[in-house]
């Protein structure tokens, strides 16, 4: 979805106050493509992007922060600092920035360090498109293995289809996992088998 096109349906989702306040912010983003540092103070854009749950609700915050991450163009250096400095909302945030802005490797190590955390929300944007893009096959398959464990829907892990297809390593770590589930007398996942017969799939 095109940046305009976000923009747009957002404003008409906010109420008249949050509608102004994001477009002064996303108007400032665009004049003042800065990455932040922290020894220097916080840029505006920045201290919107930390405000942006009170300023347009808890709803809508992760589409207002990646649209102004967006705006100011915000290269893999200036996610980084975001991400180390950031709440879990705003690392979030950048976690789904990622497609929208990095197109090689270089934000991979934000995904590895969301993939071992236990936030299932961070966890969900973690296995979004940039890591389906991104990812080599032991992580990727490892993230699958995870949002499993956590309860994260394996409809968040994009790409998984086509990377699950034909892939016996994975079969093999799922079938192992449901092993350990049953013995240990809990319930296989029904999201597992999905995955598994997607593995099977030529």
Same mark, same amino acid.
Request: hydrophobic share 45%.
């Given at each position: 979805?095109?940046?305009?096109? #976000?923009?747009?349906?957002?404003?008409?989702?906010?109420?008249?106050?949050?509608?102004?306040?994001?477009h002064?912010?996303?108007?400032?983003a665009?004049?003042?493509?800065?990455? +932040?540092? +922290?020894?220097?103070?916080?840029?505006?854009?920045?201290?919107?992007?930390?405000?942006?749950?009170?300023?347009?609700?808890?709803?809508?915050?992760?589409?207002?922060?990646?649209?102004?991450?967006?705006?100011?163009?915000?290269?893999?250096?200036?996610l980084?600092?975001l991400?180390?400095?950031?709440?879990?909302?705003?690392?979030?945030? #950048?976690?789904?920035?990622?497609?929208?802005?990095?197109?090689? +490797?270089?934000?991979? +190590?934000?995904?590895?360090?969301?993939?071992?955390?236990?936030?299932?929300?961070?966890?969900?944007?973690?296995?979004?498109?940039?890591?389906?893009?991104?990812?080599?096959?032991?992580?990727?398959?490892?993230?699958?293995?995870?949002?499993?464990?956590?309860? #994260?829907?394996?409809?968040?892990?994009?790409?998984?289809?086509?990377?699950?297809?034909?892939?016996?390593?994975?079969?093999?770590?799922?079938?192992?996992?449901?092993?350990?589930?049953?013995?240990?007398?809990?319930?296989?996942?029904?999201?597992?088998?999905? #995955?598994?017969?997607?593995?099977?799939?030529?």
């Amino acid at each position: 979805m095109t940046y305009d096109t #976000v923009r747009d349906r957002l404003g008409a989702a906010l109420d008249p106050d949050a509608r102004a306040w994001l477009h002064d912010a996303l108007a400032d983003a665009a004049d003042h493509p800065v990455a +932040p540092n +922290p020894e220097h103070g916080f840029t505006t854009w920045e201290l919107r992007f930390a405000e942006a749950g009170r300023r347009a609700g808890d709803e809508h915050a992760d589409a207002v922060r990646v649209l102004l991450l967006r705006a100011v163009r915000a290269d893999p250096a200036t996610l980084t600092t975001l991400y180390d400095h950031g709440t879990a909302a705003e690392r979030r945030a #950048v976690l789904l920035a990622l497609p929208h802005l990095v197109t090689g +490797p270089e934000a991979r +190590p934000l995904v590895e360090d969301a993939l071992r955390a236990n936030d299932t929300r961070l966890l969900a944007a973690a296995v979004g498109p940039y890591a389906a893009a991104h990812l080599p096959a032991p992580a990727w398959r490892h993230a699958v293995l995870k949002c499993l464990f956590t309860g #994260v829907p394996v409809k968040a892990v994009a790409g998984l289809a086509e990377r699950a297809r034909g892939d016996g390593e994975l079969a093999r770590m799922l079938a192992d996992f449901a092993a350990e589930r049953t013995a240990a007398g809990r319930p296989v996942p029904d999201d597992l088998h999905r #995955v598994l017969a997607l593995t099977k799939e030529s």
